[in-house]
């Protein structure tokens, strides 16, 4: 197990196409806790494979890791995995507007890119459970997505067909 990703990658880039696997198992240096959501010291696991492309090599893959963060209606602690995507380019003299990657050197890090996979990974609401209804549920009932849905489509009048009748003549007559 490491705490650097840095894989060089100038024989891979002696031909077009060449690919190679990278199996990630690493404990990153403590992240940073944002919003009550944190990542336990544990493995982010994962596989990507770089391949060679033309003025550099694209990175695509998998990692996945755990995360705990407050419930965010009883704020007990909740934990849980997520998966996240991979799907970089390192370019070679890349533009500074382009969403690339300036390769530098025969070297590409891949710790930021898991870094910032792990990160996305992060619930932005998390639940205990679906049905947590916090400690006031008089004062903050807990509604869910679909029953916020459900009335919305509810108030939504549906149109009167008398009206749509209307809407058909030609009122410049
Ligand atoms: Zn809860």
Redesign the pocket.
């Known amino acids: 197990m490491t705490k650097h990703l840095t894989i060089n990658v100038s024989d891979l880039r002696h031909r077009l196409g060449e690919r190679r696997t990278i199996d990630i198992d690493v404990v990153l240096p403590a992240l940073e806790v944002i919003a009550s959501r944190s990542v336990p010291d544990e493995p982010v696991v994962g596989t990507v494979v770089i391949e060679s492309i033309e003025r550099g090599v694209s990175v695509v893959g998998q990692v996945g890791s755990a995360w705990i963060a407050e ?1 965010r ?2 704020l ?1 602690d909740v934990e849980g995995r997520s998966e996240v995507q991979i799907d970089e380019i390192f370019q070679v003299d890349a533009p500074d507007d382009a969403d690339l990657i300036d390769l530098v050197g025969d070297s590409i890090d891949l710790l930021p890119l898991v870094r910032d996979a792990v990160l996305v990974g992060l619930p932005l609401a998390p ?3 679906e049905t ?1 209804t ?1 400690p006031d549920p008089d004062r903050y009932p807990a509604v869910t997505i679909d029953e916020i849905e459900a009335e919305r489509a509810a108030e939504e009048p549906t149109p009167d067909p008398r009206w749509a009748a209307l809407g058909e003549l030609d009122l410049n007559e």
């Open positions: 419930c209606r009883c007990d639940l205990c459970r947590c916090g």
